[in-house]
């Protein structure tokens, strides 16, 4: 049973581009969360969804990000016309139904020149 | 949610057991312990989860006294390989929670 995917695992965008950041959950899984890292610290909570559905986006930023988990497909973290500020690890991670405990995948590395 | 404190820092040798403590003094009657380990450039990875007293898996043991006010990830006979960051976290068992990463505790090992 595969993990969770996500790519590209590095990106590198210039300021004022467009970063697109995927994620396929665990199979069998139906929750998607987003994360963000910044250097030497805690991985921040940014949005959780479910199928077609965004849950909790509490911890997004209110412009430039958005996400999406369409009924086919990877989960999408979209965030336009990235700045420097930006740069961070994205990480995504899956649950199960009625369950709590997250699996994490192996991140994308954004970074923005 | 409730708020967790562990050491910033820890040293261990090779071979030796590995005791590290979180407070969580505000933990829920709903709410568990679980615990990450993230390695440099990679994702968070599951440890473990407990509610009280003693968990155990292949990878780790859980001490859960009965106030729940603490915890404490136990790993026995580290390696080399265990050098990671480890987050304590207080989570309700239930799908849609938003994880609260504090910055864990930085654990290196030496030979």
């Known amino acids: 049973n595969a993990g969770v995917m996500q790519n590209p695992r590095h990106l590198v965008r210039r300021r004022g581009q467009e970063a697109r950041l995927r994620c396929s959950p665990m199979k069998g899984h139906s929750h998607v969360y987003w994360y963000r890292q910044l250097p030497e610290e805690g991985l921040k909570f940014m949005v959780y969804l479910q199928k077609e559905n965004i849950i909790d986006e509490s911890g997004m930023p209110k412009e430039r990000f958005s996400a999406e988990f369409p009924k086919e497909g990877p989960s999408i973290l979209r965030i336009q016309q990235v700045v420097r500020g930006d740069s961070a690890a994205y990480f995504c991670?899956?649950?199960?139904?009625?369950?709590?405990?997250?699996?994490f995948g192996p991140g994308t590395r954004l970074t923005v020149l | 949610l409730a708020k967790t404190t562990q050491p910033i820092s820890m040293d261990s040798y090779e071979g030796q057991e590995v005791n590290i403590t979180c407070s969580h003094n505000?933990?829920?009657?709903?709410?568990?312990i679980t615990w990450y380990q993230q390695f440099p450039s990679q994702g968070p990875r599951f440890i473990i989860q407990g509610y009280k007293t003693k968990v155990t898996n292949e990878v780790a043991s859980l001490f859960i006294p009965a106030d729940r006010k603490s915890s404490t990830l136990s790993l026995p006979r580290v390696s080399l390989s265990d050098t990671a960051v480890y987050y304590c976290l207080v989570v309700t068992n239930q799908a849609g929670t938003a994880l609260i990463f504090g910055k864990g505790t930085t654990l290196s090992v030496s030979s």
């Open positions: 505000n933990i829920a009657t709903n709410d568990y």
């Open positions: 991670a899956s649950s199960t139904e009625g369950a709590d405990t997250q699996y």
